[in-house]
């Protein structure tokens, strides 16, 4: 009697703790699901594999992959990865809703790791932690590990936050890059050009969502491969700590969802509505500059040679005032403002940081140019080229490798993992020289130093992290610099603390970076290069930054570097006029790139100058026009409005030819926002035909051709927008 008692009560332990080696029980699963949306998320007990997500059927391809990955730095700063499949032991535990995996075991080194996962009734998803006792140096840990079925439609595919939002459907154009020291600026790592740390992928019966809920901002790889069975989505953590043990909290999340990639981004941004800590409304945000809030298009053009890399003689466009008048007919046909944002404009050479100052002619030159936009209501902006250090320019004679030996300013620079310092790989055509770490005191005065004296010209902009894509500094592994000797938020808090005090010693100024700021650094980088034409590369952009971030900051459509690689503009020659309309409608300031002569072009550096090859002139200065009455008349919407989810209508569509096959887009783009309560849908036309757009959602609702124009009310399905045009609906 007693000892059947005493076997109950066991029982009854062991079930509480529900412990239960997983050598015991192959091939049987452990399901945790999501009470209200009956979403189910299964483990292989015997090795802790994800194997199940969904609800009615399983978006994950029966892969069995292992649970973890994680990388350690050896003393001599080679990498050793371990997976889940490495250790000798799993076993699993169910605490109430939480499953908890360990494993042990692993050969040629101690440590042990737990992950742990939990259904959360308030977000619907599932939140998983991982945990390492080690006394070594762990560099990163992927967790959990899964990997999607392959899409066939264009309307499904990968939803990836790279440079403003990214739509894949064909994961296989995309071009995967394992990040590695030295850095280049297009890994997908976050914060980096990867601006929000999610990931997603939509199909026709639901998505998958895969995300950082992360207040902390740590570093991550946020980004997919295709392989032989699937699609491997992959977000790896960088716990940047010195050597030891590490324990994430429970913020790396998986779910489904229903819909389009809208209904994907919106998991983030219910997520981004609670936790947005230092970020300032743009209507209550008294830091910034008058020009912020007014329809500005950016004009950007180089005062030497015609591209990136070509002689360095001065252009017509230097002297800096002999552009006065183009810019005066850029304004009067456009009805705009213009900020004149220069390039190659640099005394030291072009592309070559730190040192930019003097600039090129003479600091009373520049000043003379700003003078005189200033008169004719414009603004002056300027590149620079992020942390960088130019030993050598490859455009000119340039050379600070003498300061360099004798400062003994390697040890400033970024260091690989085996303490080598080689050369960096960012800007390699126009530079040769290293990374700066941000951490080091004399990166910070640098770059103080310099910006200081960029402002005193009364320069409005600068984009002091070109080249730093998102704002992220680049890897460091020293051991010297007193940072932990891995990659981490150490980085992005030390790049956060230089822009700070960049603002305090120049109040009003703005800051910017490539690519929008990822989202650790937008409350302190607010206008940003922002180019949707890249994510043609493989791709096609969506406003999905614009959709998260819209209320807090603004952006530019970019100087479209390398756009004229991923886009033949000979078979799509009405592409600049779907940048304009695209970024209209993302909020971002229109930018026109020039060259000396005043002639629009594709894209900053593009080296084809011959006539033919080129927008069409009128058309986008038309287009500009319509554009800027629009912004003019609604900032509380364009500018300072939330986004909504846009109207959903037919209309004709147009490829878009790119380097890696045609890409088809509406020929009406469409964004919603709301104010006070109150929304207002924009419909633009930017194709030189009329368009016909069909909805029966259309009928009863008010809409104008024009801010001031009169209100028409919709009798019918079908409104025809003319050539180059927008309508607003209310
Ligand atoms: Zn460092």
Not at 567 to 590: H, V
Request: glycine letters at 8%; hydrophobic letters at 35%.
């Amino acid at each position: 009697m007693l000892k059947s008692k005493l076997g109950c009560l066991l029982l009854l332990v062991a079930c509480s703790l529900f412990l239960v080696a997983c050598s015991q029980s192959e091939g049987e699963e452990v399901s945790l699901t999501i009470k209200d949306s009956g979403y189910r998320l299964s483990m292989d007990k015997k090795t802790g594999s994800v194997v199940y997500l969904g609800k009615k059927e399983n978006f994950l391809i029966d892969s069995n992959e292992p649970l973890f990955r994680i990388r350690f730095r050896n003393a001599d700063g080679t990498p050793q990865i371990y997976t889940a499949a490495d250790a000798a032991s799993c076993t699993f535990t169910k605490k109430g809703k939480r499953l908890t995996f360990s494993y042990s075991g692993f050969s040629d080194r101690n440590f042990q790791v737990s992950v742990s996962v939990t259904p959360n009734k308030k977000d619907g998803l599932f939140h998983f932690s991982m945990k390492v006792d080690t006394d070594d140096q762990l560099e990163w840990m992927e967790y959990p590990c899964i990997s999607v079925k392959e899409t066939s439609s264009e309307d499904e595919g990968i939803l990836w936050p790279y440079n403003e939002g990214a739509f894949f459907s064909d994961a296989s154009k995309h071009n995967y890059i394992e990040p590695e020291y030295p850095s280049q600026g297009n890994y997908g790592m976050y914060p980096g050009m990867v601006l929000t740390p999610f990931i997603a992928q939509v199909t026709h019966n639901g998505g998958v969502y895969f995300g950082a809920h992360d207040p902390a901002h740590n570093t991550r790889q946020v980004d997919f491969r295709k392989t032989d069975e699937g699609i491997h989505l992959q977000i790896r953590l960088y716990p940047g700590m010195e050597k030891g043990s590490y324990a994430s909290s429970d913020e790396t999340v998986l779910g489904c969802f229903e819909g389009n990639w809208y209904a994907a981004a919106d998991i983030y941004r219910n997520y981004f509505d609670i936790h947005h800590e230092g970020f300032v409304r743009l209507e209550e945000n008294k830091s910034l500059p008058k020009w912020y809030f007014e329809p500005y298009t950016v004009l950007t053009y180089c005062v030497r040679g015609h591209h990136d890399m070509d002689e360095m003689s001065p252009n017509k466009l230097f002297p800096y005032v002999n552009a006065i008048p183009i810019i005066e007919d850029f304004s009067k046909q456009t009805g705009a403002p213009i900020m004149a944002l220069l390039m190659h404009w640099e005394g030291s050479a072009p592309w070559a940081p730190p040192y930019v100052w003097p600039p090129y002619g003479g600091e009373e030159a520049l000043k003379e140019f700003v003078n005189r936009m200033h008169d004719i209501g414009g603004e002056v902006g300027v590149y620079c080229s992020g942390l960088g250090w130019t030993q050598k320019s490859n455009l000119i004679d340039y050379d600070k490798s003498q300061d360099f030996v004798e400062g003994h300013l390697e040890k400033y620079m970024c260091l690989a993992p085996d303490g080598s310092l080689p050369l960096s790989r960012i800007c390699t055509y126009q530079r040769s020289g290293y990374d700066l770490c941000p951490s080091t005191e004399f990166t910070k005065n640098t770059l103080l130093e310099e910006m200081k004296k960029i402002r005193s010209s009364g320069v409005a902009y600068i984009q002091m992290m070109d080249q730093n894509h998102g704002g992220t500094p680049y890897m460091c592994y020293s051991h010297e610099h007193g940072h932990p000797a891995v990659p981490g938020k150490w980085e992005s808090e030390a790049a956060n603390e230089l822009y700070e005090q960049v603002l305090k010693d120049n109040p009003g100024l703005v800051l910017g970076c490539e690519s929008a700021a990822a989202e650790p650094f937008i409350p302190k980088l607010l206008f940003s290069d922002n180019r949707c034409g890249l994510n043609f590369n493989g791709g096609q952009p969506v406003p999905l930054y614009s959709y998260i971030y819209h209320e807090y900051v603004t952006n530019f459509m970019g100087n479209n570097v390398c756009g004229d690689m991923f886009i033949d503009c000979r078979k799509t020659p009405e592409i600049f006029q779907y940048r304009l309309a695209y970024s209209f409608l993302a909020g971002d300031f229109l930018t026109i790139v020039i060259n000396d002569e005043g002639i629009i072009q594709w894209a900053w550096g593009q080296r084809d100058f011959s006539p033919e090859y080129r927008p069409d002139h009128e058309a986008s200065l038309s287009l500009i026009k319509v554009l800027t009455e629009w912004r003019k008349a609604c900032p509380e919407y364009l500018q300072c409005g939330r986004t909504l989810h846009p109207l959903v209508f037919e209309c004709g569509t147009s490829q878009i030819f790119t380097s890696t096959g045609p890409v088809n887009v509406p020929d009406v783009l469409t964004t919603s926002y709301e104010h006070n309560g109150k929304a207002l849908h924009f419909l633009v036309n930017w194709r030189n035909t009329e368009i016909k757009v069909h909805s029966s959602a259309f009928v009863g609702k008010e809409y104008t051709f024009h801010p001031n124009g009169e209100k028409i009310k919709c009798q019918s399905k079908d409104i025809v927008l003319p050539p180059l045009s927008v309508i607003a609906m209310y």
